[in-house]
T-cell receptor, first 113, second 109 residues
Framework: EAQVTQNPRYLITVTGKKLTVTCSQN?????MSWYRQDPGLGLRQIYY???????DKGDVPEGYKVSRKEKRNFPLILESPSPNQTSLYFC????????????FGPGTRLTVL | GQQVMQIPQYQHVQEGEDFTTYCNSS?????IQWYKQRPGGHPVFLIQ?????EVKKQKRLTFQFGEAKKNSSLHITATQTTDVGTYFC?????????FGAGTILRVKS
């Protein structure tokens, strides 16, 4: 089944404790991206990747890192999480960048205490 | 920079009533996409509009792209309880996709 998977689905952590949210897609898509969703603000793009080893900042990249060592994986790294990073995070992928349908993962709800 | 504004933020309708959400951009959009997110779910692609003045239909859903390619709308005829969720528009900005804040639709049966 074609899908985007994310892990973990839920995470409660404390300020300053490094964490990684994994994202994997099995559709051989070149474009992958991370979004955060906050009430009243919609989806805001954190980082995106056009292909392996190619990443770029989205609209809200501060406090986040990403890497794209393999085509299928695009982990999101929070080196020192803070409470304002409490949010719902979605990974997405597409075979034609932003020119067509984005396939979203199920989401990761993160709480930083 | 380019922003995509979406209104209303929230709408509560009686089942059978129509519903419309509007999307406006400060700059010309090369394309506009619409997504639906069910409560507790993830965004799911509905459609993409590319041409000026384009109108597309999917059963009870009608999507329009303005002549100036700065605005778009999604209209649902005779809403059903299965239509509940948040509807997002999104416009391309270079290699990024900029989303509106979404319209939450609730349907009373």
């Amino acid at each position: 089944e074609a899908q985007v998977t994310q892990n973990p689905r839920y995470l409660i952590t404390v300020t300053g404790k490094k964490l990684t949210v994994t994202c994997s897609q099995n559709m051989n898509h070149e474009y992958m991206s991370w979004y955060r969703q906050d009430p009243g603000l919609g989806l805001r793009q954190i980082y995106y990747s056009m292909n392996v080893e190619v990443t770029d900042k989205g609209d809200v990249p501060e406090g986040y890192k990403v890497s794209r060592k393999e085509k299928r994986n695009f982990p999101l790294i929070l080196e020192s999480p803070s409470p304002n990073q409490t949010s719902l995070y979605f990974c997405a992928s597409s075979d034609t960048g932003v020119y067509n349908e984005q396939f979203f993962g199920p989401g990761t709800r993160l709480t930083v205490l | 920079g380019q922003q995509v504004m979406q209104i209303p933020q929230y709408q509560h309708v009686q089942e059978g009533e129509d519903f419309t959400t509007y999307c406006n951009s400060s700059t010309t959009l090369s394309n506009i996409q619409w997504y639906k997110q069910r409560p507790g779910g993830h965004p799911v692609f509905l459609i993409q509009l590319v041409k000026s003045g384009e109108v597309k239909k999917q059963k009870r859903l009608t999507f329009q792209f303005g002549e100036a390619k700065k605005n778009s709308s999604l209209h649902i005829t005779a809403t059903q309880t299965t239509d509940v969720g948040t509807y997002f528009c999104a416009g391309r900005k270079g290699n990024k996709l900029v989303f509106g804040a979404g319209t939450i639709l609730r349907v009373k049966s």
